[in-house]
């Protein structure tokens, strides 16, 4: 079983829907959890980080946490052309900072 | 600007074929690493530098080599590469290796040995 699962999609949405992208873990020492975008041809940027339970909200997006369920999730309101991306999750582990990454997830949204 | 410049893009080599990958920052960041990218793999880590002088193996280090004679500068060199080293690279840096610490990435540079 791998570390972090994500679903690779590929996702395709209508221009203005929300989007749901998740990740699930299984190591109880991940403490901080990433989301990181990538365009095509592009590196992954930096997008959203949270440390705690709960959601963290940037604007248009917003990262939930919930380490009860060892569960990430990242949404996207009024989704964008934009907006189409790979999406990765990532966390740290607490104890010795090693960073895992999920596999992406391809979102596309349609104009 | 800041960022993290990889060299070359592409690359298409042939099995055995000695090969660098430069990698230089300009953010004066203590932590660099390099990853690959394989499709439903995601990105797994292949070797870190804490400081200058300082590396170590990650997931999957075998066949790879890395350097950092200088803070800025980590390439990747591959001996004698082979097929299944085709992959999507990635070279990053932080500030430090800790959790508050933001990787920023590269471009890439998208190897194919044949």
């Known amino acids: 079983q791998k570390e972090v699962e994500q679903d690779p999609g590929p996702l395709s949405v209508p221009e203005g829907a929300i989007v749901s992208l998740n990740c699930t873990y299984s190591?109880?020492?991940?403490?901080?959890f990433m989301w990181y975008r990538q365009y095509s041809r592009k590196g992954p940027e930096l997008l959203m980080y949270t440390y705690s339970s709960g959601n963290k909200e940037d604007g248009r997006f917003t990262a939930q946490v919930d380490k009860s369920s060892k569960y990430i999730s990242l949404f996207i309101r009024d989704s964008q052309p934009s907006d189409s991306a790979t999406y990765l999750c990532a966390m740290r582990n607490y104890n010795n900072n090693d960073m895992r990454f999920g596999a992406g997830t391809r979102l596309t949204v349609k104009p | 600007e800041a960022q993290v410049t990889q060299n070359p893009r592409y690359l298409i080599t042939v099995t055995g074929k000695k090969l660098t990958v430069t990698c230089s920052q300009n953010?004066?960041?203590?932590?660099m690493s390099w990853y690959r990218q394989d499709p439903g793999l995601g990105l797994r880590q292949i070797y870190y530098s804490m400081n200058v002088e300082v590396t170590d193996k990650g997931d999957v280090p075998e066949g790879y080599k890395v350097s950092r004679k200088e803070k800025r500068n980590f390439p990747l060199i591959l001996e004698s590469p082979s097929p299944n080293q085709t992959s999507l690279y990635f070279c990053?840096?932080?500030?430090?290796?800790?959790?508050?610490?933001?990787?920023?990435f590269g471009n890439g540079t998208r190897l194919t040995v044949t």
């Open positions: 953010m004066n960041h203590e932590y």
């Open positions: 190591n109880s020492a991940f403490q901080y």
């Open positions: 990053a840096s932080s500030l430090r290796q800790q959790y508050n610490s933001p990787l920023h």
